[in-house]
């Protein structure tokens, strides 16, 4: 059922977003792309000759409109839902929060921001760091 929605979703994407290439030529039909030396150096010829890259916009056909229409959500369930969306999302965080503090010795919310600010920069720096 959720391949289902999925699949719905997609499809409706698809149709309201078509994909815009910018060269007419990488439009193929098959799986294939082609990727041999002598298509490389096509590839490259065409590059340096240049020209306008408005004029080598090209459109790939839209698909069709999916057969099945997307459910209808008034405001006021969308509005629901965000509410309970953000009901959780405080929860889970005053849970973090009071594991925290029971865990540790921070005794106030301003001392665990400082603390959890502090593992989150330290976080992230070595991640980047592992990407360099």
Same mark, same amino acid.
């Given at each position: ?7 719905? /979703? /997609? ?20 799986? =294939? ?6 298509? $490389?150096?096509? $590839? ?16 790939? %056909? ?5 057969? $099945?229409?997307?459910? @209808? ?8 839902? $965000?509410?309970? /969306?953000?009901?959780? %999302?405080? %929860? ?5 929060? #009071? ?5 540790? =010795? @921070?005794? #106030? ?18 991640? %980047?760091?592992? /990407?360099?």
């Amino acid at each position: 059922m959720v391949m289902e929605e999925t699949l719905t /979703l /997609l499809q409706h994407d698809a149709h309201a977003h078509p994909v815009i290439v910018d060269d007419p030529d990488q439009i193929t039909t098959s799986g =294939n792309s082609g990727d041999t030396k002598q298509s $490389k150096k096509n $590839k490259k010829k065409k590059r340096k000759k240049g020209g306008s890259a408005d004029n080598n916009v090209a459109a790939l %056909a839209p698909p069709p409109p999916p057969d $099945k229409a997307l459910d @209808y959500l008034s405001e006021d369930a969308l509005d629901a839902a $965000k509410v309970l /969306l953000q009901e959780e %999302a405080d %929860a889970i965080i005053m849970e973090k929060r #009071n594991k925290q503090i029971s865990e540790s =010795n @921070y005794r #106030n919310d301003e001392e665990l921001q400082q603390y959890l600010s502090w593992e989150n920069m330290t976080s992230s720096r070595s991640h %980047a760091s592992s /990407l360099a």
